[in-house]
């Protein structure tokens, strides 16, 4: 089994940059793949970004060049790093882990952009 925590959602203006983290309760090197989701108020939750064990990313065409998905294996840790939000970028942010074949979600952390 596998606990997630994210953390590093805040209140920002459009155009500025968050970074959140990921904290796995176990080593991210045994998990397949590591994700980051969003849900909106009123929409169903939508895929970010995702990095694999291998190393490769793959992103939303929402967001990409905006955003960057990283690992730190050594923390246990995948990174969101989120630059030039907008306003549509205001969501709850989840992680998910996919471990032995079955997802694992992490409680989630308010991102919200201001026009």
């Known amino acids: 089994q596998v606990q997630l925590v994210e953390s590093g959602g805040a209140l920002v203006q459009a155009g500025g940059s968050l970074r959140l983290s990921c904290a796995a309760s176990?080593?991210?090197?045994?998990?397949?793949?590591m994700a980051w989701y969003r849900q909106a108020p009123g929409k169903q939750r939508e895929f970010v970004a995702i990095?694999?064990?291998?190393?490769?990313?793959n992103y939303a065409s929402s967001v990409k060049g905006r955003f960057t998905i990283s690992r730190d294996d050594a923390r246990n840790t995948v990174y969101l790093e989120m630059n030039s939000l907008k306003p549509e970028d205001t969501a709850i942010y989840y992680c998910?882990?996919?471990?032995?074949?079955?997802?694992?979600w992490g409680q989630g952390t308010q991102v919200t952009v201001s026009s």
């Open positions: 998910r882990a996919i471990f032995t074949a079955k997802p694992y």
């Open positions: 990095i694999i064990s291998g190393g490769s990313t």
């Open positions: 176990s080593s991210i090197r045994s998990i397949n793949s």
